[in-house]
């Protein structure tokens, strides 16, 4: 199924962001702790609520609640005429905030940016390993080897040099992974040999300056006074660790967060009742499935996977399970991105039809045998025997004529031919359902 991104929103934080005299603060029930602070090396969602989403920027940025883009870090860009080169102008003037711990001394520029993106491909770079057993899945699913060059063409100018054309490079540059950071700060931690701090205190340009976090507790923020985007209505940010739904849905009703996120979906309509609360809902950017094996039988034949998933009713599963919650896919892809393909239909639900397929492929009709052609009687010639070569003269006893072996009969060739069935269409069925994990992108 699609899942549902929910909120539910208690109404003291509209009077809390309106703007009151005293120092403003958000508390936000996330739902898990991060896996780390840098967002390159990890997939998570809470991940990058922690990290890409608070502390950093992005070349461009997704406009909030959609998939289009807006520029980001970068102001402008071009594309050449054979769409393998964007060139990116960077805004001037962009800070990284200052810390306890780090104090930058320079802007933003693109030595920056090429480092962000280095980084996760230079595999004998210092940093491609800076955390044992760390994975670049994100880049590596995304670009693969595609990006052969990332150069700086002056401080402000940043070029990409593509294998081939992609048209999805730029929105891709929005995603978390590909959050921009500091090359001056690496370089410190790697002068210090305290690499590993990267992961754990991060510098960015974002609107939130990291303060502090207790493992699997809370973490903090503050706002940045300086952000090249405006500084936030709010004050402080704090992240308060609840991994139980029903658990975050009890503290937000007490006035312990202002926000939730992932209500359990039996948890829902409870809330939505709830006059001093607002639930927000907005379709995701995940699916889920269950999928056959097509290389194992019987899920190699694609009239098995067609008649099961015409005998599965899935709309019945999401409405007893998820609570109504989403809703059936009918594309590996959700419906919120713009390659979505609408013309695809879903196999209805019907068991009867189901049950009328054939159990069997049809066998295929044999050639007609080709007739033979009339024998016709073989014909021999008995070569002429040779000449018989004079007798020499008979000596006093001659020697007795010598036998000869029988000539050995060569065996007939054999031939044998072999055939193979065609291979029937992979197409999986898929009956999609909600991640526990997902989280909204």
Same mark, same amino acid.
């Given at each position: 199924?699609?899942?549902?991104?929910?909120?539910?929103?208690?109404?003291?934080?509209?009077?809390?962001?309106?703007?009151?005299?005293? @120092?403003?603060?958000?508390?936000?029930?996330?739902?898990?702790?991060?896996?780390?602070?840098?967002?390159?090396?990890?997939?998570?969602?809470?991940?990058?609520?922690?990290?890409?989403?608070?502390?950093?920027?992005?070349?461009?940025?997704?406009?909030?609640?959609?998939?289009?883009?807006? =520029?980001?870090?970068?102001?402008?860009?071009?594309?050449?005429?054979?769409?393998?080169?964007?060139?990116?102008?960077?805004?001037?003037?962009?800070?990284?905030?200052?810390?306890?711990?780090?104090?930058?001394?320079?802007?933003?520029?693109?030595?920056?940016?090429?480092?962000?993106?280095?980084?996760?491909?230079?595999?004998?770079?210092?940093?491609?390993?800076?955390?044992?057993?760390?994975?670049?899945?994100?880049?590596?699913?995304?670009?693969?080897?595609?990006?052969?060059?990332?150069?700086?063409?002056?401080?402000?100018?940043?070029?990409?040099?593509?294998?081939?054309?992609?048209?999805?490079?730029?929105?891709?540059?929005?995603?978390?992974?590909?959050?921009?950071?500091?090359k001056e700060y690496a370089d410190k931690l790697q002068a210090d040999k305290t690499p590993e701090l990267f992961n754990q205190k991060p510098v960015g340009t974002g609107p939130f300056i990291f303060v502090d976090y207790q493992t699997d507790a809370a973490i903090r923020y503050k706002a940045n006074p300086d952000y090249w985007g405006g500084k936030q209505?709010?004050?402080?940010?704090?992240?308060?660790?609840?991994?139980?739904? @029903?658990?975050? @849905?009890?503290?937000?009703?007490?006035?312990?967060?202002?926000?939730?996120?992932?209500?359990?979906?039996?948890?829902?309509?409870?809330?939505?009742?709830? =006059?001093?609360?607002?639930?927000?809902?907005?379709?995701?950017?995940?699916?889920?499935?269950?999928?056959?094996?097509?290389?194992?039988?019987?899920?190699?034949?694609?009239?098995?996977?067609?008649?099961?998933?015409?005998?599965?009713?899935?709309?019945?599963?999401?409405?007893?399970?998820?609570?109504?919650?989403?809703?059936? @896919?009918?594309?590996?892809?959700?419906?919120?991105?713009?390659?979505?393909?609408?013309?695809?239909?879903?196999?209805?639900?019907?068991?009867?039809?189901?049950?009328?397929?054939?159990?069997?492929?049809?066998?295929?009709?044999?050639?007609?045998?080709?007739?033979?052609?009339?024998?016709?009687?073989?014909?021999?010639?008995?070569?002429?025997?040779?000449?018989?070569?004079?007798?020499?003269?008979?000596?006093?006893?001659?020697?007795?004529?010598?036998?000869?072996?029988?000539?050995?009969?060569?065996?007939?060739?054999?031939?044998?031919?072999?055939?193979?069935?065609?291979?029937?269409?992979?197409?999986?069925?898929?009956?999609?359902?909600?991640?526990?994990?997902?989280?909204?992108?």
């Amino acid at each position: 199924m699609k899942k549902k991104l929910t909120f539910a929103a208690a109404l003291l934080a509209a009077s809390v962001l309106g703007g009151v005299a005293n @120092a403003k603060t958000l508390v936000y029930c996330a739902e898990a702790s991060p896996e780390g602070f840098d967002p390159a090396p990890y997939t998570a969602g809470q991940t990058f609520d922690a990290s890409s989403r608070t502390v950093f920027n992005r070349l461009v940025e997704f406009d909030h609640g959609k998939t289009s883009i807006s =520029p980001g870090l970068a102001e402008s860009w071009t594309i050449s005429d054979d769409g393998k080169e964007y060139t990116f102008k960077l805004r001037k003037g962009v800070k990284f905030a200052p810390t306890d711990y780090f104090t930058p001394t320079r802007d933003l520029n693109a030595d920056d940016v090429v480092f962000s993106f280095e980084r996760q491909v230079d595999k004998n770079g210092p940093w491609f390993q800076y955390i044992p057993g760390i994975a670049y899945q994100y880049y590596n699913d995304q670009f693969g080897d595609n990006i052969t060059k990332v150069e700086k063409v002056d401080d402000l100018t940043v070029k990409f040099t593509l294998k081939e054309p992609a048209i999805t490079f730029v929105p891709t540059l929005g995603m978390d992974f590909a959050s921009i950071v500091s090359k001056e700060y690496a370089d410190k931690l790697q002068a210090d040999k305290t690499p590993e701090l990267f992961n754990q205190k991060p510098v960015g340009t974002g609107p939130f300056i990291f303060v502090d976090y207790q493992t699997d507790a809370a973490i903090r923020y503050k706002a940045n006074p300086d952000y090249w985007g405006g500084k936030q209505k709010i004050d402080d940010l704090v992240f308060a660790i609840t991994t139980d739904p @029903a658990v975050r @849905a009890q503290k937000l009703k007490a006035g312990e967060c202002n926000i939730m996120s992932y209500p359990a979906p039996a948890d829902i309509k409870g809330l939505q009742a709830d =006059p001093n609360l607002t639930v927000a809902e907005q379709e995701g950017l995940n699916v889920g499935a269950l999928m056959y094996n097509t290389q194992q039988k019987p899920f190699d034949d694609v009239r098995v996977r067609k008649a099961l998933n015409m005998a599965i009713n899935k709309k019945a599963i999401i409405d007893a399970v998820f609570q109504g919650a989403g809703q059936v @896919a009918v594309n590996p892809i959700p419906p919120t991105l713009w390659s979505y393909n609408k013309s695809v239909k879903d196999d209805s639900y019907n068991v009867e039809e189901a049950k009328k397929l054939p159990p069997e492929p049809p066998k295929a009709k044999k050639p007609d045998k080709p007739a033979e052609p009339e024998k016709k009687p073989e014909q021999t010639a008995k070569a002429p025997e040779p000449a018989k070569p004079a007798e020499p003269p008979k000596p006093a006893e001659p020697a007795k004529p010598a036998e000869t072996a029988p000539a050995a009969s060569g065996d007939g060739a054999t031939a044998a031919m072999s055939g193979a069935d065609p291979a029937s269409s992979p197409l999986p069925m898929s009956l999609w359902r909600k991640p526990e994990d997902a989280t909204e992108e």
